[in-house]
């Protein structure tokens, strides 16, 4: 895993913008003559971004190994300030970028009558139920609800906190018995595993598998403090949790399960409260530079030829394209996009795996062992 510079950053955004502009000016310049050049530019300028950005991702500097415990230092105070959980605005932007292409796509074919308004509003219904049916993967409301109670605990000045160690990033999966006769259900989880001082372990997840494999690789061996928050009654369900590095204040925040709070705050180990000091700083774990090329190259490939097949649509007037033309393309075109984009998204699971040294946790339901 290589770090995000400010170089990747700077591209990965700059690609971003210009699709997005490219989709702006053929959604609403639908009047404009032909040829469309502005759109075609756009397009340009996001394939030649997006391949700077690719190149710039790969020689990246790679992540910092863990730092090594010194015995003899002091056990460092607990920090009353702690990073907030930070949106992904590239992935964010990029979903809605997809999301968004049908309808643009649909809006650029169409041409005036009847059909051409029955084929915008049915691909605008499915782009719609499309984003709807993908919202919990980019939202992450809830987790950032609790996260704020803990923050604010800490910065009030008292948590719940012990003595812990970061073993590494867990891959846990569960066989049970699956709705079809002889076939088995798996339920998977990516979850950063800690042990506390009595070598109990305590699963501690993010909901991004990609940042549980970021914070493994930086954190893998660290010591630190685990920190609940004051007021875990008053949250329902997972737990949000801080594991804090002792070396540099590497902090990452997650969930877990409530028992884990409700077990150590009933024993000495977290019963009372420990208070929390401004002097000790924090940081994130540091951000890995995004580009994987089963996954990208996938997206950036069925973006490009979504592209080709929309010039005749954007160069030519429309004498020349008539919509019996016009409509495949666009079809063509969207379809391209989306079977793109769904095959580099299922390609995240296998990349973020040989990312990482990952261990693998399997168990399955008695009643079929």
Same mark, same amino acid.
């Given at each position: 895993?290589?770090?995000?510079?400010?170089?990747?950053?700077?591209?990965?955004?700059?690609? !971003?913008?210009?699709?997005?502009?490219?989709?702006?000016?053929?959604?609403?310049?639908?009047?404009? #003559?032909?040829?469309?050049?502005?759109?075609?530019?756009?397009?340009?300028?996001?394939a030649v971004l997006t391949a700077a950005w690719a190149l710039a991702c790969r020689v990246a500097p790679p992540l910092p190994p863990p730092a090594a415990a010194d015995p003899a230092s002091e056990v460092p105070a607990?920090?009353?300030?702690?990073? #907030?959980?930070?949106?992904?605005?590239?992935?964010?932007? /990029?979903?809605?970028?997809?999301?968004?292409?049908?309808?643009?796509?649909?809006?650029?074919?169409?041409?005036?009558?009847?059909?051409?308004?029955?084929?915008?509003?049915?691909? !605008?219904?499915?782009?719609?139920?499309?984003?709807?049916? !993908?919202?919990?993967?980019?939202?992450?409301?809830?987790?950032?609800?609790?996260?704020?109670?803990?923050?604010?605990?800490?910065?009030? /000045?008292?948590?719940?906190?012990?003595?812990?160690?970061?073993?590494?990033?867990?891959?846990?999966?569960?066989?049970?018995?699956?709705?079809?006769?002889?076939?088995? #259900? &798996?339920?998977?989880?990516?979850?950063?595993? *800690?042990?506390?001082?009595?070598?109990?372990?305590?699963?501690?997840?993010?909901?991004?598998? &990609?940042?549980?494999?970021?914070?493994?690789?930086? *954190?893998?061996?660290?010591?630190?403090?685990?920190?609940?928050?004051?007021?875990?009654?008053?949250?329902?369900?997972?737990?949000?949790?801080?594991?804090?590095?002792?070396?540099? /204040?590497?902090?990452?925040?997650?969930?877990?399960?409530?028992?884990?709070?409700?077990?150590?705050?009933?024993?000495?180990?977290?019963?009372?409260?420990?208070?929390?000091?401004?002097?000790?700083?924090?940081?994130?774990?540091?951000?890995?530079?995004?580009?994987? *090329?089963?996954?990208? /190259?996938?997206?950036?490939?069925?973006?490009? *030829?979504?592209?080709?097949?929309?010039?005749?649509? !954007?160069?030519?007037?429309?004498?020349?394209?008539?919509?019996?033309?016009?409509?495949?393309?666009?079809?063509?075109?969207?379809?391209?996009?989306?079977?793109?984009?769904?095959?580099?998204?299922?390609?995240?699971?296998?990349?973020?795996?040989?990312?990482?040294?990952?261990?693998?946790?399997?168990? #399955?339901?008695?009643?079929?062992?």
């Amino acid at each position: 895993m290589r770090r995000s510079t400010l170089l990747t950053r700077a591209l990965g955004a700059g690609a !971003l913008l210009a699709a997005a502009a490219a989709l702006a000016l053929a959604f609403a310049g639908l009047d404009t #003559s032909a040829p469309r050049l502005d759109v075609v530019g756009c397009l340009a300028a996001a394939a030649v971004l997006t391949a700077a950005w690719a190149l710039a991702c790969r020689v990246a500097p790679p992540l910092p190994p863990p730092a090594a415990a010194d015995p003899a230092s002091e056990v460092p105070a607990i920090p009353a300030r702690l990073p #907030s959980d930070v949106r992904d605005a590239g992935r964010a932007t /990029g979903f809605v970028l997809v999301a968004l292409s049908p309808v643009v796509l649909a809006r650029l074919a169409e041409r005036n009558g009847l059909f051409g308004a029955v084929f915008f509003f049915t691909v !605008l219904f499915l782009t719609i139920r499309f984003a709807w049916s !993908l919202r919990t993967d980019v939202s992450r409301k809830e987790a950032r609800a609790k996260y704020k109670v803990l923050v604010e605990d800490a910065a009030a /000045g008292e948590v719940h906190a012990i003595r812990a160690r970061v073993d590494g990033p867990l891959v846990y999966r569960y066989h049970e018995r699956g709705d079809k006769p002889g076939k088995l #259900s &798996t339920t998977q989880q990516h979850c950063l595993v *800690l042990t506390d001082a009595k070598g109990e372990e305590i699963p501690l997840g993010t909901g991004d598998r &990609t940042e549980v494999a970021r914070a493994g690789a930086v *954190l893998r061996g660290t010591e630190g403090w685990l920190l609940f928050a004051r007021r875990y009654k008053l949250i329902e369900g997972r737990q949000p949790v801080a594991f804090v590095a002792d070396h540099g /204040g590497t902090t990452v925040l997650g969930l877990t399960n409530p028992e884990e709070v409700t077990y150590r705050t009933a024993t000495a180990a977290a019963r009372e409260l420990r208070p929390t000091s401004r002097d000790r700083a924090t940081r994130k774990v540091p951000r890995t530079a995004k580009f994987r *090329l089963p996954v990208h /190259g996938r997206i950036a490939a069925g973006a490009l *030829l979504a592209s080709l097949l929309c010039l005749p649509v !954007l160069l030519l007037d429309t004498a020349d394209v008539p919509g019996l033309v016009a409509y495949p393309l666009c079809i063509l075109a969207g379809v391209a996009l989306i079977w793109a984009a769904l095959n580099g998204a299922g390609e995240v699971q296998h990349t973020i795996l040989r990312d990482t040294e990952w261990t693998v946790r399997e168990e #399955s339901d008695p009643e079929i062992a």
